[in-house]
């Protein structure tokens, strides 16, 4: 079953090399626009977030967070699935941001039940709007139900003036980008989706196409960044339409598909520092043709 699964996206990504990068418009770090984000994409925001979404898969992430003079406010590990695989999570303050961070897959059996429920499991509807995948809305519960909601809203009423940072790799993307939204649902009257920011690092598809609307809304400053040659953003499989050029379709909102805006490193050697990307804000929203999508 796994093969089966992976095998169209190794297949089709042997057409990388065929990608002529001069027709494509990439930015440097020290020139990246701003689009309609309030906040400027650059490595004073990824490199911090990848620190912290590293941290996340130790039991101890206090040496990762005193790098950025930042304390751990709380950690937890609960069970998020049937085979009690756990997910890891931790709040933590620095000068700049109050932090909310979340592990990836750890396991073979938890990357197993993953895809399982991705293929077979129902939807779940997410409050707010639109339905998502049962196994990140269930794995982001069991985190919620640990007092984290309610942590991040207290530090924010005792820290206004300070972004929270939502942030992880692989699964713990898909649970901080759920995470995001729920707290701005949850915060509406309060919180302002400019005081809001979420980072992820190889992050799957999380939802349908009104989860990605409702996200885009309501945090508007999320940044997908996005490997060249991380299988991990191209599944759950999209629905694609069969006339050329080929590209993801909602499928009356019942297909996966990604929330805006992904930023693709198209090198084989990526650095956040000074690697060139593409910010990618072409049709269709959060599925650009011209980045990751344009490999399949």
Known sequence: MLLLLFLPQLVLSNKISDIHYSDLD???????????????????????????????????????LEKHKAKLVLRVQVPCDAFRDECWAFIAISRHFIIFSVRGTQTQTQLIVEIIESMTAPKKEFPAGGSVQHYFYESLQAIWNAGFGTKLAELKKAYPKLKILFTGHSLGGAIA??????????????????????????????????????????????????????????????????????????????????????IWYPTEEMNLNNSLFKICDGMPIGEDQNCRQNLI
């Open 26 to 64: 990439f930015y440097s770090p020290s020139d990246s626009p701003k689009n309609n984000w309030t906040v400027n994409y650059g490595s004073w925001l990824t490199l911090p977030s990848l620190d912290f979404a590293a941290a996340a898969y130790s039991t101890d992430p206090s040496p990762c």
């Open 177 to 262: 980008s759920l995470a995001s939204a729920q707290f701005a649902m949850e915060n509406n009257r309060t919180i302002k989706p400019k005081e809001l920011l979420l980072v992820t690092f190889g992050q799957p598809r999380v939802g349908n196409i009104e989860y990605a609307k409702l996200h885009r809304r309501l945090v508007p400053n999320s940044f997908r960044i996005v490997h060249r040659y991380d299988l991990v953003p191209h599944i759950p499989y999209c629905y694609e339409r069969l006339r050329r050029p080929h590209k993801c379709i909602p499928l009356h909102s019942h297909g996966p598909f990604h929330h805006p805006t992904e």
